[in-house]
C-alpha cells in the first residue's frame, strides 16, 4: 500500500497562489474521483479541505480548490493568507489488494 | 455539535493490547461510515481501518490486518479499534474520523481530537 506522491514543500506569499502536487496510479487517484485533501496545523486534528476531487465542504473558504488530470490530483489555494500555513495531505480510495484509503506523505505550506 | 471523543490511549509494552474507543455525538451515528487514522511523531496521516454504518463492513490497512479489530456499538454511538500484538511502529496518535458519507473512502469531515499510543518496554 504505497503513499501518494506529495512534494515535501512549497511556500507563498501573501495573496500569491499555490499548487500542491498529488501523484498516484490508475489504481487509485487517476481510477476513482474519491480524491480528498486536508489541512493540518500543529497539534491540531486534520481538517477536510477538498472531497471527491473538486467539492468543498460547507465552511471551507473558497480561495481552496481541487482537481485532476490523469493520475495526479491538485489542491490550488488562491489569495495566500498567514493562516493558510500549515500541513496538507491528500487521500484516495484505492483498489489494490483490499479497499482500503492511501495518503500522501504530506506538504508543509511556508507562507513568506 | 458534531463531536467525536477519543479515549483508550497510553503506553503498553510490546506484544500487549489495548482497546481504544470513540464517544459520537451530534450526528446519526449509524448512517455513516467511521474511520481510524494514526500520525506517528513527526511523521504522516496513515489510514488504518474503517467499518460501514451498520458495521457489517471492516477494511484494514495491511499493517495491522490480523492484529487489530475494527467494531461499532450504534445503540451506544461508539467506535472502537482492539489493537492485539502491538509493536514499537504502532506507537502514534489514533484519530477517529466520520466519513462524509456512508462509504469510507468520501472523505473525513469531522475528527476527533486524537489519543495517544506509546509501544516501548
Known amino acids: 500500500q504505497s503513499a501518494l506522491t506529495q512534494p515535501a514543500s512549497v511556500s507563498g506569499s501573501p495573496g500569491q497562489s499555490i499548487t500542491i502536487s498529488c501523484t498516484g496510479t490508475s489504481s487509485d487517484v487517476g481510477g476513482y474521483n474519491y480524491v480528498s485533501w486536508y489541512q493540518q496545523h500543529p497539534g491540531k486534528a486534520p481538517k477536510l479541505m477538498i472531497y471527491?476531487?473538486?467539492n468543498r465542504p460547507s465552511g471551507v473558504s473558497n480561495r481552496f480548490s481541487g482537481s485532476k488530470s490523469g493520475n495526479t490530483a491538485s489542491l490550488t489555494i488562491s489569495g495566500l493568507q498567514a493562516e493558510d500555513e500549515a500541513d496538507y495531505y491528500c487521500s484516495s480510495y484505492t483498489s489494490s489488494s483490499t479497499p482500503h484509503v492511501v495518503f500522501g506523505g504530506g506538504t508543509k505550506l511556508t507562507v513568506l | 455539535e458534531v463531536q467525536l471523543l477519543e479515549s483508550g490511549g497510553g503506553l503498553v509494552q510490546p506484544g500487549g493490547s489495548l482497546r481504544l474507543s470513540c464517544a459520537a455525538s451530534?450526528?446519526?451515528?449509524?448512517?455513516?461510515?467511521m474511520s481510524w487514522v494514526r500520525q506517528a511523531p513527526g511523521k504522516g496521516l496513515e489510514w488504518v481501518s474503517a467499518i460501514s454504518g451498520s458495521g457489517g463492513s471492516t477494511y484494514y490497512a495491511d499493517s495491522v490486518k490480523g492484529r487489530f479489530t475494527i467494531s461499532r456499538d450504534n445503540s451506544k454511538n461508539t467506535l472502537y479499534l482492539q489493537m492485539n500484538s502491538l509493536r514499537a511502529e504502532d506507537t502514534a496518535v489514533y484519530y477517529c474520523?466520520?466519513?462524509?458519507?456512508?462509504?469510507?473512502?468520501?472523505?473525513?469531515?469531522?475528527w476527533g481530537q486524537g489519543t495517544t499510543v506509546t509501544v516501548s518496554s
Open positions: 451530534g450526528f446519526t451515528f449509524s448512517s455513516y461510515a
Open positions: 474520523a466520520k466519513a462524509y458519507s456512508s462509504s469510507f473512502f468520501h472523505g473525513m469531515d469531522v
Open positions: 471527491e476531487v473538486s
